[in-house]
């Protein structure tokens, strides 16, 4: 299998994977999606009673419209920058599993007093500012006047398999690699295929129908169910363009470096296991 | 209710995107080239945006 790199961005990445067969390239999609490890916040203490004064005086008492547990949700979907080399799992960490300790947990606090809109970027970590969520615009809760908030709430490492507030992609996908070819002789230069491709495949050069972008493709086969006499389209099932997006809480090419290592990792314990078989 | 943090079906965050969405299409940008320009492609994620219902103002209220 042999993976060429056709564009990385932080968050997003398109690869093309040749040599290669469905299953591993699946196994890899799989991977990206359930076994990734990142940090998310697991645990919320809300702070009830009076927390605040708003600015007319006003004692503000800790409730918002929403559901505490609601809140706890939304913080958990919250992308958390994650450093694996820093951390550990909290159940490998070297305590009580009930404990907690820097090196397994990152504290935030969240105080806020209405009338305002909480977002993430309120979210205090006490570990070092390195951890402040990078997006700082998710709405969590809109709170009203005499309402306010204050939460301590504790992140940790788990993988997408446990919770899908863990899954660090998304949009994991892959297609065969597309080939798209027009017999000459029997095309007419209806220029029909242009108009009803959606992925804009087709051009017209100097007169004549030409395959502009075949990589664009997504075998839909809508242009062969017009033409099906000169246009060809097919999938090579050993060439696959794969691409993924991850949340932000690890960048793409860490994301994927730790994939594919995660993967050599089970194939090769999977390996002796069946060795040690008689 | 209030624009939910993640897309339902993919997992992208969509959150953060709603309120420069709502802006710009209040003051009369074209929803589709907001979204293209905001990074949002699946259409399970636009459908996110451009179908929710912001009710949050009606229970702020009640606490
Ligand atoms: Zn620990
Ligand atoms: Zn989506």
């Not at chain 1, 002789?185 to 502009?212: A, H, L, Q």
């Not at chain 1, 363009?241 to 993967?263: M, N, P, R, V």
Request: proline share 6%; net charge negative.
């Amino acid at each position: 299998m042999q993976i060429d790199v056709l564009e990385i961005e932080d968050t997003r990445a398109k690869l093309l994977i040749y040599d290669a067969d469905p299953f591993i390239v699946n196994a890899l999609r799989r991977t990206l999606m359930s076994d990734i490890p990142k940090m998310a916040i697991e645990e919320v203490d809300f702070h009830l009673g009076p927390i605040g004064t708003t600015e007319g005086g006003r004692v503000a008492d800790g409730s918002s419209p929403l559901f505490d547990e609601i809140i706890a949700h939304r913080l958990g979907l919250i992308p958390i920058p994650t450093d694996l080399k820093r951390f550990n799992r909290r159940d490998e960490c070297d305590h009580e599993p009930e404990k907690s300790c820097p090196l397994c947990t990152i504290t935030y606090t969240l105080h806020k007093v209405g009338p305002c809109t909480v977002y993430s970027g309120d979210l205090e970590p006490i570990n070092g500012p390195e951890f402040r969520p990078r997006d700082e615009l998710i709405p969590i809760v809109e709170l009203s006047e005499g309402q306010a908030i204050y939460i301590t709430a504790n992140a940790v490492l788990g993988t997408g398999k446990e919770h899908a507030k863990w899954q660090v992609t998304s949009g994991v996908g892959y297609k065969y690699y597309p080939s798209v070819t027009i017999d000459d002789s029997k095309c007419t230069d209806c220029r029909r295929c242009i108009e009803i491709c959606p992925e804009n495949v087709f051009e017209e050069m100097d007169g004549k129908v030409v395959v502009k972008n075949p990589e664009n493709c997504s075998l839909c086969n809508t242009c062969v169910d017009e033409c099906p006499d000169s246009i060809k389209v097919e999938g090579d099932r050993t060439k696959f363009i794969f691409s993924f997006e991850t949340d932000g809480s690890l960048s793409a090419e860490e994301t994927l470096k730790y994939a594919l290592q995660h993967l050599a990792d089970r194939f090769e314990a999977l390996r002796e296991s069946v060795s040690e078989l008689k | 209710m209030i624009i939910p943090v993640r897309c339902f079906t993919c997992g992208k965050v969509i959150g953060s995107a709603y309120e420069p969405f709502r802006n710009r299409v209040e003051n009369g940008e074209e929803p589709a080239k907001v979204l293209d320009d905001l990074g949002i492609t699946r259409y399970c994620c636009r459908r996110m945006l451009l179908t929710h219902v912001d009710l949050i103002e009606e229970i702020k209220p009640f606490s």
